[in-house]
């Protein structure tokens, strides 16, 4: 790989530590980006089901419903870049809402592995009953706190990314200084050869 590629890929990494990091300090604007990304997504997701509907209309013309989706998805995306406000408050309600399920689901999971043999299958439990309070807490007493660790998250994964660009870097270049030593070992034995050739 070239010097300039691997420079490119820490700069690159750079760039999505320094994001991640924002995203950590100004949780609100997090959220608001997420909601305007869900947006975009739906917008390029309406654009191509328009496709897929109108490349599948000579073959089926009663593809009413796949028009109709791909009109509420555009629909959708528009509306939420043009305002992404209403669905910026919604998502820590619907991220805490996932938690307090994802953690009931987890305590009755746990009495299944508890008939199973599972010995540790109270720390599931536990685990669980803890997301469960979590979401509860941050559905109905602080939806700002859902926003924060939500914002986390993203902000945590994106930094994580960020280090995986400098992980690559630093393999990309033991991978090149191992196969030049092997490169360098064969033109030693081949200058030998040549050499125990000519005499």
Not at 100 to 115: H, T
Not at 164 to 187: D, E, F, L, P
Request: net charge neutral.
């Amino acid at each position: 790989m070239n010097t300039s590629t691997k420079i490119w890929m820490c700069l690159g990494g750079i760039a999505l530590v320094a994001l991640g990091v924002l995203c950590i300090a100004h949780p609100g604007d997090t959220i608001l980006s997420l909601a305007w990304a869900l947006g975009l997504t739906l917008l390029v997701s309406g654009c191509s089901t328009f496709g897929v509907w109108v490349t599948l209309r000579a073959i089926n013309p009663f593809n009413s419903l796949t028009f109709l989706t791909a009109l509420l998805q555009v629909f959708l995306g528009v509306l939420l870049i043009i305002n992404p406000a209403p669905l910026a408050i919604a998502l820590p309600f619907v991220f805490a809402f996932w938690v307090l399920f994802e953690g009931v689901e987890l305590a009755i999971d746990s009495f299944n592995y508890k008939r199973l043999g599972f010995r540790t299958w109270w720390l599931l439990c536990l685990l669980g009953l803890l997301a469960a309070v979590a979401g509860c807490y941050g559905l109905f007493c602080d939806p700002v706190a859902s926003a924060k660790v939500l914002a986390w998250i993203v902000g945590v994964a994106i930094i994580l990314d960020g280090v995986g660009y400098w992980v690559k870097v630093a393999a990309i270049n033991r991978v090149q200084q191992k196969m030049n030593r092997v490169a360098n070992r064969i033109r030693e034995a081949v200058d030998i050869e040549d050499v125990e050739e000519v005499k």
